[in-house]
């Protein structure tokens, strides 16, 4: 249903999106009515600090979970409409996920991994193509327990990109990481980014990474608080950490 | 309450479920512990009171005719505390309603006064009246079975004579606990009765004025048995002995005796299992959760509580887990007991039977799952102790599939990644998926095993009424009569055939191995009655030698060629030296066959028969019934349809239930492994599976990756356990053979198909059950989650 749908600019409308966990007093407001609008193709870093909502935010724009009341709309599709079997479609089609913890499967390789989703996507790219692009084809039959924290995440991002996804979602992608080896996560998120025109939301509370950004999105207490669009970006490498 | 010990009950609740499965299967295992060495104590123990109070003989000996005043000598035996002596016939009973005369065995009691062995438990009416001839105290079972009671009649015939009795007492008696008529297999209260009428009346009945035909005797105690015997043979030789025996061999007593013992080798064996299956799963289970829990087991350390203390909690997890099963197991044990009491009141006519825990059983069912279920935990303490604090408190290292997840390159091709991710748990941890396979198939086996004894009784119902006799009744005469009086037989109306039968009781010898037992005469091409090889093609007879059963071939160890001494006890007594001709396969007892004309050379007795196989025509049965009540030299008409029937019935009603007994112990091992296996895998890999998911993977997709891994073990364990069933099969069969059954292994198809449905069904309701968590996984949740 999502396919052939029309050319757009805007990737995400959101408006007055709300989110309750729980209810009466232990109710908790994760998002109390969040408007944005996220154009296609662009760059994008959600800030803010612990518990302001921005994972909350991913989390529903990446269909995992659900608003409480408010619209959503990916590409003028409604989210919110969707049914469970119609979201796992969804991800499966258009949407890449990196997490802070890699979530790689430990029983597969790394190859075996990306292959993982090029099997079930409609459109995806070769896997040496991918781990290629991550700097990781000469680990390719390496299980994870075999790869350090940097290499296992290059890999999630292999798996994330390799069915060429309209949108990649990074929970903390470099959470986890030093500053090289982070470095180096980000710079194959740009590279992606620019390459194959995916749109990248990036969450993250290190506001340095701001600086590489189309668009950045600051968080609090569970709205968006201010949006800034970059003239000049700053490279992953000019980035302090 | 310490912190510990309050983790200690939430961790109970949280996997209460594996808890509830895995305490089942120990449950199980402790309840047949409990309730089989419960029963075996309160039959032992009810037997030996009930013997000692009513003063059951230690030695029977039958005789054909003895004057009385050799009780003097019997008395003289050393180590002999009492005689008694008594007259003992058969005689065949009219009862309103019944078509067929009944067998019955007449017993004689002193015109004065109580007997002074083998005292009768009076449960209504009141004792004889020496000075009234016409009395008779009528077995109970027999006379509830007809609905008789106290002031009704019995008409009788005793040795041709046919008189009417007045019923005044219905009692029990330690000697006809297990009442089984003479040549047929199983016990039938309403087929066989037992009288019991002053000695003056039988003797008069019998012709044995100032006689008697069994000598009674008790011994004192540390006396030998065997000597007493031989002294009493030795006296009773000329009047006819047929050889004394001792209690042992009584024959409601060895039924007692053997259902003790199947009971008991039953009981050390099966419950094993279970606690084995227990041990692995409580081990898997607690291993799982150690790994989960590292990081607090290195808070705790950090902390400062010793290995001991860390260590004893999870033990004592373990230890609850086994403790709850066991007690439950005694719980349904006792309530199971006492179930089964009631009905082995309806094989067992004890006057009183109360299921009486054996305190030994209980200890010994708890103190098993305990140190099986620790055996379990050993393991689970090495773990908890090699976590050092700084080590548990970092997140644990993705599991290393690098050393046993490679795959051929030829059979990866065909693979796809959810496949490859399924069969790696395999080649990652052989032990546990391979324990998992093995604890299934270990209860499949148990159950098709068990059932192959039921599979046993349909078929020895099936040769035998089918096969081996084919006759529709079977006459017994008094005394061996000429073979003319067969004659007599073929000319009543409606009997379309009769053959010959010559049964001679006889002590059958090879060495010092010796069976008291009988043979069989039977014409060379006898049609309605047949010896049968193992495959059921007819062992024709032969006057050169005897056929022996396979039964007594292996109690006296014997094969064709051997040379047995055969001890007659009948007739002028001849002992004579034959030589075993064939084996033929017996299902029950253990029979011997020889050409009846050989037989009656043997004895010096040309043409003589002891009774006949009748076919009939079934439209003149009754008429057929009443022409053979009438003669007087008829001791016993059986009627094959009865015998099919009881025989049916008691299986149904015994032995039958144990499919439900045995469909149970397939399931609950079945659900308890695959359970707990399903969720182990679910919680080790929660986060993976979560992943999946949020890939895109479908539900279904994801289930597959979980719940292949279930699949293939119950896959695994289905030919597995089918094998080890076959193999059980023989071990059950030759543990479950006695000198009465023979129990072939045989293996029922449907049996099997039965078994593997169950176990299929447990294991899809468990993974039907789990994949219900996983499809109501919150995504956000699992991704958070580090492991």
Known sequence: MIQGMAMTETAYSVQKLRKIYGEGEAAVHALRGVDLDIPKGEFVVLLGPSGSGKSTLLNILGGLDRGTDGDVRFMQHDLAAMSDAELTRYRRDHVGFVFQFYNLMPSLTARENVELVTEIASDPMDPDEALDLVGLDHRSDHFPAQMSGGEQQRVAIARAIAKRPTVLFCDEPTGALDSTTGRAVLRVLKDVNERLGSTVLVVTHAASQAAMADRVVHFADGDVREVIVNETKSTPDEIEW | ?787
């Open chain 2, 1 to 787: 309450m310490s912190p510990l010990t309050r983790k200690l009950f939430r961790d109970l609740w949280r996997i209460k479920a594996q808890a509830v499965a895995i305490a089942m299967v120990i449950a199980m295992g402790v309840l047949m512990q409990v309730m089989m060495t419960g029963l075996v104590t309160s039959l032992d123990e009810t037997r030996q009171a009930y013997y000692d109070r009513y003063r059951l003989a230690d030695i029977f000996a039958y005789v054909t005719r003895a004057p009385e005043p050799i009780v003097a000598d019997l008395r003289q035996i050393p180590g002999v505390a009492q005689v008694e002596t008594r007259i003992m016939g058969s005689a065949l009973v009219d009862v309103p309603g019944v078509d067929a005369p009944l067998q019955a065995q007449a017993v004689s009691l002193p015109d004065f006064g109580d007997p002074r062995l083998n005292d009768l438990y009076l449960t209504d009416g009141r004792k004889l009246d020496g000075t009234r001839p016409d009395e008779i105290l009528l077995l109970k079972g027999f006379g509830d079975a007809h609905g008789l009671q106290v002031g009704d009649t019995l008409a009788a015939t005793m040795n041709g004579a046919r008189r009417t009795f007045d019923i005044v007492g219905l009692v029990q008696s330690p000697e006809f606990l297990y009442t089984i008529a003479p040549g047929e297999f199983v016990s039938d209260d309403s087929r066989f009765a037992v009288i019991w009428a002053a000695r003056s009346t039988l003797a008069a009945a019998y012709d044995l004025d100032g006689a008697f035909n069994e000598a009674l005797m008790s011994i004192t105690r540390g006396t030998d048995p065997a000597a007493v015997m031989d002294a009493a043979d030795r006296i009773l030789d000329r009047y006819g002995g047929r050889g004394a025996y001792g209690v042992a061999d009584l024959i409601s007593n060895r039924f007692i005796t053997e259902e003790i013992g199947g009971l008991s080798r039953t009981s050390g064996s099966v419950p094993l299992v279970f606690l084995a299956v227990a041990a692995f799963l409580l081990n898997i289970v607690i291993t799982r959760m150690v790994q989960s829990e590292r990081e607090e087991i290195g808070l705790m350390k950090a902390f400062g509580y010793s290995n001991w203390q860390v260590g004893g909690h999870y033990f004592e997890l373990i230890l609850t887990i086994a403790a709850g099963g066991a007690l439950l197991g005694c719980v349904l044990g006792i309530a199971a007991g006492r179930g089964m009491v009631d009905l082995y009141l309806n094989y067992f006519k004890f006057p009183f039977l109360v299921f009486r825990l054996d305190p030994s059983a209980f200890v010994i069912g708890v103190t098993a799952s305990i140190l099986s279920a620790s055996a379990g935990g050993l393991f689970v303490l090495r773990k908890v102790f090699a976590l050092s604090p700084a080590v548990a408190m970092r997140p644990a290292a993705p599991p290393d599939y690098s050393r046993s997840g490679r795959f051929g390159a030829a059979a990866a091709r065909f693979m796809d990644q959810p496949t490859r991710m399924v069969l790696r748990r395999f080649t990652r941890q052989p032990f546990r998926m391979g324990g998992s396979v093995v604890g299934i198939a270990a209860g499949l086996a148990l159950s098709t095993a068990m059932s192959s004894l039921l599979a046993n009784f349909e078929y020895m119902v099936d040769v035998s009424f089918n096969a081996i006799d084919r006759s529709d009744v079977t006459v017994t005469f008094t005394h061996p009569l000429e073979r003319r009086t067969l004659f007599e037989l073929e000319r009543i109306p409606g009997v379309i055939e009769v053959e010959p039968v010559r049964d001679v009781a006889a002590i059958l010898g090879r060495g010092v191995k010796t069976y008291r037992g009988g043979i069989s005469g039977l014409g060379v091409d006898s049609r309605l009655y047949r010896a049968l090889d193992a495959n059921e093609r007819p062992v024709f007879m032969r006057s050169d030698g005897i056929i022996l059963s396979t039964g007594l071939a292996s109690i006296l160890g014997a094969s064709a060629g051997d040379i047995l001494t055969v001890d007659v006890r009948e007739g002028r007594q001849p002992v004579v030296d034959l030589p075993v001709v064939a084996v033929s396969q017996s299902l029950v007892g253990a029979p011997a066959y020889m050409e009846i004309e050989a037989l009656n050379r043997a004895l010096g007795e040309p043409l003589r028969v002891s009774g006949a196989y009748l076919r009939i025509d079934a439209d003149q049965s009754s008429q057929i019934y009443n022409a053979l009540k009438d003669r007087p030299n008829v001791a016993g008409v059986s009627l094959k349809s009865d015998a099919r029937d009881a025989l049916v019935k008691l299986v149904d009603e015994g032995p039958g239930n144990m499919r439900y007994v045995m469909a149970l112990i397939a399931g609950i091992i079945t659900f308890g492994v695959v359970y707990n296996a399903a969720r182990i895998a679910q919680a080790e890999r929660s986060r993976d599976l979560a992943s999946l998911r949020v890939i895109g993977f479908t539900k279904a997709e994801v289930g597959f990756v979980l719940l292949g891994e279930i699949g293939i073990v119950t896959l695994l364990a289905l030919p597995l356990g089918s094998g080890l069933g076959y193999l059980l099969t023989f071990v059950v069969a030759a543990a479950f053979s006695t000198e009465l059954y023979q129990i072939l292994p045989i293996v029922n198809p449907a049996n099997y198909g039965t078994a593997i449905l169950i176990v299929i069904v447990a294991s899809a309701l468990s993974a039907w059950l789990v994949k219900r968590d996983i499809d109501r996984t919150e995504l956000v949740l699992a991704l958070k989650t580090r492991e």
